[in-house]
């Protein structure tokens, strides 16, 4: 049978899978990532608990919505591993609660990500790196440990309409970044950087591409860096939290470069996104609120500040709700101290830090394994997957549902 | 000891463990390293595998101290260090965000010093979390 | 890789041709071409030699799971990542509509697939680096990540 595979954002729809007495038996075409993602459907999977307690659903749904209701400053977190159609009850949720309402590209790809979202910076699909890109460049993004199939797929190796001779003649790969990732050792150039020194880097290639010589770095391979640009007919640039963090408020650095750039040929920026649906969840508070992360809607209106991070919020809310995200394990300590000492409540198919943690948790049923639903890849195009087995398991958009008629 | 610039980033076979056991021995053996260039381990006067204290204003966590194994040219960079994003390196990645509210996961500052006790247990940090 | 070198620094080293071959060098390039096998040397199996037999077979152990090509895959080192699926001239001229263009294989006469997670070989004879007009295609080897695919 074919399936759709929910463990990174490139949403790969050509796997083949066999199954036998319900386990996978044979899969075709999933990556080491995205294998490991479909085996965890066996292991670890959580179970209705209320009060470190076992408990029926019903339990634990009126519970969590009792949470909510009585809390003053109840916060919403997680939302890139759900389905669009479960980021949909989220916001419904997070507006009749008058909750904060955050998601995961908050402390990664959301200061990029919004600037594509609202077209400031030029973007294009996947498909079309495929059929037009001779240029891909990777900066501070190590696509074979998160994206694994990017270069096999779109970026690198295959053959596309204008590039049918592919890596071996028309397309050239360039990586920017601290280390010698194992993307870096397949590319043709490796520009390294000091930690932080993205601005600066982007100061010598606008100066090389004004034809002037580089004040400070490897000149000759910065002027090197300058002809390729501009020999290029269709860039591709695939930034990542590398590049987010070292720029962060200087990011209109970046404009400025892709504006210099297109007046050379197209250049366009693919954000790599960490969870497999981060920009469906952007693009839906985007649509509906005008900011792509970081709202309150505690005065009605949805109101954007960084008071409304997770990075802040978890301090000042008196209760959460997370979905499909382990903020305990992949937020600064600080910041999963404060939000362990508040009431939590954990929605996620598989047992982790936070659900450990919770106050009440409640199982989901795995999209794209269990459940149904949509979601947009990383370059925005919307896919949609089924079910592979059988499962009573809720899918969270349920779960969602019903905690926002109890509450 | 020395001071050392982490830098975190992601590693697939470290992704693969923890889906398959998020308190496995192997989820715990590919989180809680720190890879260091070849002369900052001279200057521990450590070996390839021996344990270290990393602390900085944040917090601390010990872990196994790994050369930096970058193919197929090393190239050297003392005083960088780079750890894989997890629960261990979180202990050093401070709170106190600053206007973008986005913390500082890829210029982490911190001190790097031998040590014997054993690599910090995740029961432990979970223990701190909840503390 | 291994080489002849140091394959007969494991062997007796006194030409004594019970093997067939006038000398130890020439059984050390047979064994690694797989012409012959570690039990064509009788005198290597007397006590005197019972080290350099265990790490001889150690040594030539990774030969033993290569294909006739000489290739070898490491599934612990691989990132199921594909490229070698969609480099691999012979998979992309047997297959136009699929690894030619990144997805996975649609024909049966590739020779490089992924599944579980990890590529796999099959059909290591219509390599082109196998059979009389072989060349050193080496389109594998060079486009993966971390050297899980590679040729003795």
Same mark, same amino acid.
């Given at each position: 049978m074919l399936a759709v595979c929910t463990g990174c954002s490139l949403l790969c729809e050509d796997i083949e899978l066999a199954l036998?007495?319900?386990a996978i038996s044979q899969a075709k075409n999933l990556c080491r990532k995205g294998y490991a993602h479909f085996q965890s459907l066996?292991?670890?999977?959580?179970?209705?608990?209320?009060?470190?307690?076992?408990?029926?659903?019903?339990?634990?749904?009126?519970?969590?919505?009792?949470?909510?209701?009585?809390?003053?400053?109840?916060?919403?977190?997680?939302?890139s591993s759900s389905s669009s159609e479960a980021q949909r009850?989220?916001?419904?949720?997070?507006?009749?609660?008058?909750?904060?309402?955050?998601?995961?590209?908050?402390?990664?790809?959301?200061?990029?990500l919004?600037?594509?979202?609202?077209?400031?910076?030029?973007t294009c699909t996947l498909d079309d790196v495929r059929n037009l890109a001779?240029?891909s460049?990777?900066?501070?993004s190590?696509p074979s440990n998160s994206h694994p199939r990017l270069l096999s797929r779109f970026a690198y190796y295959p053959r596309g309409e204008?590039r049918?001779?592919s890596? +071996?003649?028309? /397309?050239? #790969?360039?990586?920017?970044? $601290?280390?010698? =990732?194992?993307?870096?050792?397949?590319?043709?150039?490796?520009?390294?950087?000091?930690?932080?020194?993205?601005?600066?880097?982007?100061?010598?290639?606008?100066?090389?591409?004004?034809?002037?010589?580089?004040?400070?770095?490897?000149?000759?391979?910065?002027?090197?860096?300058?002809?390729?640009?501009?020999?290029?007919?269709?860039?591709a640039?695939f930034?990542?939290?590398?590049?987010?963090?070292?720029?962060?408020?200087?990011?209109?650095?970046?404009?400025?470069?892709?504006?210099?750039?297109?007046?050379?040929?197209?250049?366009r920026?693919l954000p790599m996104v960490g969870h497999y649906n981060g920009r469906g969840f952007n693009q839906l508070?985007?649509?509906?609120?005008?900011?792509?992360?970081?709202?309150?809607?505690?005065?009605?209106?949805?109101?954007?500040?960084?008071?409304?991070?997770?990075? +802040?919020?978890? /301090?000042? #809310?008196?209760?959460?709700? $997370?979905?499909g =995200?382990?903020?305990?394990?992949?937020?600064?300590?600080?910041?999963?101290?404060?939000?362990?000492?508040?009431?939590?409540?954990?929605?996620?198919p598989?047992?982790?830090?936070?659900?450990?943690?919770?106050?009440?948790?409640?199982?989901?049923a795995m999209y794209g394994l269990e459940a149904a639903g949509t979601a947009l890849r990383m370059d925005g195009v919307k896919i949609e997957f089924q079910p592979i087995v059988e499962s009573?398991?809720?899918p969270d958009r349920?779960?969602?549902?019903?905690?926002?008629?109890?509450? | 000891?020395?001071?050392?610039?982490?830098?975190?980033?992601?590693?697939i076979?470290?992704y693969e463990?923890?889906k398959?056991?998020?308190?496995?021995?192997?989820?715990?053996?590919?989180?809680?390293?720190?890879?260091?260039?070849?002369?900052?381990?001279?200057?521990?006067?450590?070996?390839?595998?021996?344990?270290?204290?990393?602390?900085?204003?944040?917090?601390?966590?010990?872990?196994?101290?790994?050369?930096?194994?970058?193919?197929?040219?090393?190239?050297?960079?003392?005083?960088?260090?780079?750890?894989?994003?997890?629960?261990?390196?979180?202990?050093?990645?401070?709170?106190?965000?600053?206007?973008?509210?986005?913390?500082?996961?890829?210029?982490?500052?911190?001190?790097?010093?031998?040590?014997?006790?054993?690599?910090?247990?995740?029961?432990?940090?979970?223990?701190?979390?909840?503390? | 890789?291994?080489?002849?070198?140091?394959?007969?620094?494991?062997?007796?080293?006194?030409?004594?041709?019970?093997?067939?071959?006038?000398?130890?060098?020439?059984?050390?390039?047979?064994?690694?071409?797989?012409?012959?096998?570690?039990?064509?040397?009788?005198?290597?199996?007397?006590?005197?030699?019972?080290?350099?037999?265990?790490?001889?077979?150690?040594?030539?152990?990774?030969?033993?799971?290569?294909?006739?090509?000489?290739?070898?895959?490491?599934?612990?080192?691989c990132f199921g990542c594909g490229n070698c699926v969609v480099a691999c001239?012979?998979n992309v001229?047997a297959d136009p509509t699929g690894c030619a263009i990144g997805l996975g294989p649609k024909s049966d006469?590739v020779?490089l697939v992924v599944e579980d997670g990890v590529v796999k070989?099959?059909?290591?004879?219509?390599?082109?680096?196998?059979?009389?007009?072989?060349?050193?295609?080496?389109?594998?080897?060079?486009?993966?990540?971390?050297?899980?695919?590679?040729?003795?």
């Amino acid at each position: 049978m074919l399936a759709v595979c929910t463990g990174c954002s490139l949403l790969c729809e050509d796997i083949e899978l066999a199954l036998k007495n319900g386990a996978i038996s044979q899969a075709k075409n999933l990556c080491r990532k995205g294998y490991a993602h479909f085996q965890s459907l066996f292991t670890e999977r959580t179970k209705p608990q209320v009060d470190g307690q076992k408990a029926s659903m019903d339990e634990a749904i009126a519970r969590a919505a009792e949470i909510l209701r009585e809390s003053k400053r109840p916060l919403l977190y997680g939302w890139s591993s759900s389905s669009s159609e479960a980021q949909r009850e989220g916001i419904d949720l997070a507006k009749k609660l008058g909750a904060t309402l955050d998601d995961t590209s908050s402390f990664s790809e959301g200061l990029l990500l919004e600037r594509v979202l609202t077209g400031r910076l030029s973007t294009c699909t996947l498909d079309d790196v495929r059929n037009l890109a001779d240029l891909s460049l990777f900066w501070g993004s190590d696509p074979s440990n998160s994206h694994p199939r990017l270069l096999s797929r779109f970026a690198y190796y295959p053959r596309g309409e204008k590039r049918q001779k592919s890596y +071996e003649e028309e /397309r050239t #790969c360039v990586v920017v970044d $601290v280390r010698k =990732s194992a993307t870096a050792a397949l590319c043709q150039q490796l520009i390294r950087l000091p930690p932080g020194g993205d601005a600066e880097f982007i100061s010598t290639v606008a100066a090389v591409l004004e034809g002037k010589i580089p004040r400070s770095g490897d000149k000759k391979r910065m002027i090197e860096l300058g002809t390729l640009l501009r020999k290029t007919e269709f860039g591709a640039i695939f930034p990542g939290a590398g590049l987010v963090h070292s720029l962060k408020e200087k990011m209109d650095l970046l404009e400025g470069l892709l504006e210099q750039l297109n007046r050379i040929a197209p250049f366009r920026v693919l954000p790599m996104v960490g969870h497999y649906n981060g920009r469906g969840f952007n693009q839906l508070l985007l649509d509906e609120t005008g900011f792509i992360n970081r709202v309150s809607f505690q005065e009605g209106q949805a109101r954007h500040s960084r008071e409304f991070s997770i990075m +802040e919020a978890a /301090r000042s #809310c008196d209760a959460a709700l $997370v979905i499909g =995200s382990d903020p305990l394990s992949s937020l600064p300590f600080g910041v999963a101290r404060a939000l362990a000492s508040v009431p939590l409540i954990a929605i996620d198919p598989r047992r982790s830090l936070t659900t450990d943690a919770a106050e009440v948790t409640l199982p989901s049923a795995m999209y794209g394994l269990e459940a149904a639903g949509t979601a947009l890849r990383m370059d925005g195009v919307k896919i949609e997957f089924q079910p592979i087995v059988e499962s009573s398991l809720m899918p969270d958009r349920e779960i969602l549902k019903r905690i926002g008629e109890a509450v | 000891m020395i001071e050392v610039k982490i830098v975190t980033f992601q590693d697939i076979f470290q992704y693969e463990a923890q889906k398959k056991g998020r308190y496995s021995e192997e989820y715990k053996k590919l989180s809680a390293r720190i890879m260091l260039d070849k002369e900052d381990l001279e200057k521990l006067g450590i070996k390839d595998g021996d344990r270290v204290l990393v602390k900085n204003v944040n917090g601390s966590v010990v872990v196994a101290a790994r050369i930096s194994d970058e193919e197929p040219h090393p190239q050297p960079h003392p005083g960088l260090a780079f750890m894989i994003n997890s629960l261990w390196s979180n202990q050093l990645v401070g709170d106190q965000a600053d206007e973008t509210s986005i913390p500082e996961f890829k210029n982490i500052s911190a001190e790097v010093a031998p040590t014997e006790e054993q690599v910090t247990e995740i029961r432990e940090l979970l223990e701190r979390i909840r503390a | 890789m291994v080489g002849a070198m140091e394959v007969y620094q494991l062997l007796p080293k006194t030409n004594c041709k019970k093997c067939g071959y006038p000398t130890c060098i020439a059984f050390a390039v047979a064994l690694l071409n797989r012409e012959k096998k570690i039990e064509d040397c009788p005198p290597l199996f007397e006590p005197k030699y019972a080290e350099k037999l265990k790490k001889l077979r150690e040594l030539l152990a990774p030969l033993e799971k290569a294909s006739e090509t000489g290739l070898i895959i490491h599934e612990e080192k691989c990132f199921g990542c594909g490229n070698c699926v969609v480099a691999c001239p012979v998979n992309v001229a047997a297959d136009p509509t699929g690894c030619a263009i990144g997805l996975g294989p649609k024909s049966d006469r590739v020779i490089l697939v992924v599944e579980d997670g990890v590529v796999k070989c099959l059909n290591a004879k219509e390599c082109r680096r196998f059979g009389p007009n072989r060349i050193l295609c080496n389109a594998c080897t060079a486009t993966c990540p971390s050297k899980a695919i590679e040729f003795v």
